[in-house]
């Protein structure tokens, strides 16, 4: 099964860019990754996700390593709302186990 | 319809009596799946649905819990003769027939054993 890894907690200032990263060096080749992220006393939430190429959508951008073995979440300018557990998360077994890790807590400051 | 809606929201009981959850998914979405999560952990896969078929169920699942999606609408997971251990919040979540990776989350149902 892939394996993703990611820092436990980051910080960002709020109006700045955030880049949360995530390793996942043993993603197969029809591997989606996917982005959540998690308020508190909430149930996850979509973010984004995206295959090989770079991907935007109105919440955040997919920065998608060549080698795929890595990618990065870009919050373009956070804010404190943006203060959540971020997910990094790969299908694992046959796609049907969509699995979560640890995640990043991330803390925006004012 | 307004997303995924999960039923109790909040659940306390004793060691050793019987819970049930369920999830009423988004309408179209014939994908469901059911997650635990205790505190400062993220959500930990236990049973996926396509339909009313149950495909996959996670090796960590126990006998005491099972879970039914009768006629591919609705989903229940119960737990019989629950233990401390069972404390968590247990989410459901959808995915659409397309399959654009998007998963919808319920808010959760959280549990409490004393």
């Known amino acids: 099964d892939a394996k993703t890894t990611q820092p436990n907690s980051m910080e960002s200032n709020e109006e700045e860019p955030v880049h949360l990263p995530c390793n996942h060096s043993?993603?197969?080749?029809?591997?989606?990754i996917h982005w959540y992220r998690q308020l508190p006393s909430q149930g996850p939430e979509y973010v984004i996700h995206g295959l090989t190429s770079n991907v935007n959508n109105r919440m955040a951008s997919l920065a998608i390593a060549e080698d795929r073995k890595s990618s990065t979440l870009i919050l373009h300018r956070a804010t404190l709302r943006d203060a959540a557990v971020y997910y990094c998360m790969l299908p694992s077994g046959s796609a049907r186990q969509l699995t979560f890790g640890s995640g990043t807590q991330l803390t925006v400051l004012p | 319809d307004t997303g995924v809606s999960q039923d109790p929201r909040h659940k306390i009981t004793k060691r050793g009596q019987n819970v049930t959850f369920r999830c009423d998914p988004i309408s179209e979405h014939n994908r469901l799946y059911w997650y635990r999560q205790t505190l400062g952990q993220g959500p930990e896969f236990l049973t996926y649905?396509?339909?009313?078929?149950?495909?996959?169920k996670s090796r960590l699942l126990s006998d005491r819990f099972s879970a039914e999606r009768p006629k591919g609408s609705f989903s229940t997971l119960e737990i019989q003769r629950t233990e401390q251990g069972d404390s968590a919040m247990y989410l459901c979540?959808?995915?659409?027939?397309?399959?654009?990776?998007?998963?919808?989350f319920g808010e959760g149902s959280r549990l409490t054993v004393l």
């Open positions: 043993t993603i197969s080749g029809t591997d989606y």
């Open positions: 979540a959808s995915l659409n027939r397309e399959n654009t990776g998007e998963l919808f």
């Open positions: 649905f396509q339909n009313e078929a149950q495909l996959e």
